[in-house]
């Protein structure tokens, strides 16, 4: 016979039923927290899986709009657009992505066209999808260069938010892009074009999945540390932040998302500004493998899911944003 005291305050109580369990939970997912990527690829009637990414395609300009309705059936917010741009249309200056019949820009007019503003475009700012050599800038002597970068940026920025797009996200974390594009996007008349800054990008190993998606996978040349952040520093997160925030960004990235939960948190609490995670394709597939092979249980997806959540995220950008109702369930 057990005899010992035991305190009057029990945790365990507010966890023995479900409903109990509903009632005192923190943090939740609904479609409204998620932002769906949508690769782009030349040619028609095309839905193309992506090899290294499970359950993820490539479409063809004429499927595009399946896949956006299908999303805002779900109540997913916005979706992001990235191109698999052919070879024969990279070169080291990256011109494709100033091409305003290029796949991101052909794909804004179309949707902006049969939806209107019932979902929200989000484009990459950054010259790697269109560069031969798989950097987001201009290379010289294995250097990205900063300002001559920005200058392309800013036309790349101006070309987007002409064709309609309603959020720009420069990805490519050159300093001081931010300050420079919203300047001209206030002097062209885009005052309300948004900017998602991907402020605290790191030089990560969670990436791979993601250039095969693009088509930049085996074309870069040395690696992306002289401008994406040290993955064993903090405290420049912060720095990164707080310039972007003063340049003019309305929202921050924090990718990758999984590994970075504290950066999340940090910049979360210094700023309270909006912050968007990115659980990155090299998450995804983990996952996604993990599943598929009976290796984890498929409740994982939403563990890891809740975590953005619970560590401040106002927002995910994720492949699974278009299977969230089904994971839901």
């Known amino acids: 016979m057990i005899t010992g005291k035991f305190p009057s305050l029990r945790l365990r109580r507010n966890r023995k039923n479900d409903w109990s369990r509903r009632l005192v939970e923190e943090n939740n997912l609904t479609p409204n927290d998620f932002i769906l990527p949508i690769f782009l690829i030349d040619g028609k009637n095309k839905k193309q899986s992506v090899k290294s990414m499970p359950g993820v395609y490539r479409y063809s300009l004429d499927k595009i709009c399946l896949v956006v309705d299908k999303a805002i059936k779900i109540g997913i917010p916005m979706v992001a657009l990235f191109p698999y741009t052919s070879k024969d249309k990279k070169n080291d200056l990256g011109t494709e992505a100033l091409n305003e019949n290029n796949l991101v820009c052909k794909a804004i007019q179309i949707i902006k066209k049969k939806f209107k503003n019932d979902i929200g475009i989000m484009c990459d700012v950054a010259l790697d999808p269109y560069t031969s050599h798989g950097h987001d800038g201009l290379l010289k002597k294995k250097y990205v260069l900063n300002d001559e970068t920005i200058e392309i940026l800013i036309n790349q920025s101006l070309l987007q938010a002409q064709m309609g797009c309603d959020v720009l996200a420069p990805s490519d974390m050159m300093d001081g892009r931010i300050g420079e594009i919203r300047k001209s996007l206030d002097k062209?008349?885009?005052?309300?074009?948004?900017?998602?800054?991907?402020?605290?990008?790191?030089?990560?190993?969670?990436?791979?999945?993601?250039?095969?998606?693009?088509?930049?996978?085996?074309?870069?040349?040395?690696?992306?540390?002289?401008?994406?952040?040290?993955?064993?520093?903090?405290?420049?997160?912060?720095?990164?932040?707080?310039?972007?925030?003063?340049?003019?960004?309305?929202?921050?990235m924090v990718k990758p998302g999984l590994p970075y939960l504290d950066i999340i948190k940090l910049v979360k609490n210094n700023f309270?500004?909006?912050?968007?995670?990115?659980?990155?394709?090299?998450?995804?597939?983990?996952?996604?493998?993990?599943?598929?092979?009976?290796?984890?249980?498929?409740?994982?997806?939403?563990?890891?899911?809740?975590?953005?959540?619970?560590?401040?995220?106002?927002?995910?950008?994720?492949?699974?944003?278009?299977?969230?109702?089904?994971?839901?369930?």
């Open 188 to 252: 062209n008349g885009f005052k309300m074009t948004q900017i998602l800054s991907y402020a605290v990008k790191y030089a990560s190993s969670f990436y791979g999945p993601f250039r095969d998606a693009v088509g930049s996978k085996g074309l870069l040349k040395s690696d992306k540390k002289n401008y994406q952040m040290d993955f064993k520093n903090s405290d420049e997160a912060l720095r990164e932040v707080a310039l972007d925030i003063k340049e003019g960004a309305d929202m921050i």
């Open 272 to 329: 309270k500004i909006p912050v968007i995670a990115y659980q990155v394709s090299g998450e995804y597939s983990l996952l996604t493998n993990g599943v598929n092979k009976g290796l984890v249980d498929k409740n994982v997806i939403i563990e890891s899911l809740i975590s953005f959540k619970r560590a401040g995220a106002n927002a995910i950008v994720s492949y699974y944003a278009d299977k969230i109702d089904k994971i839901l369930k």
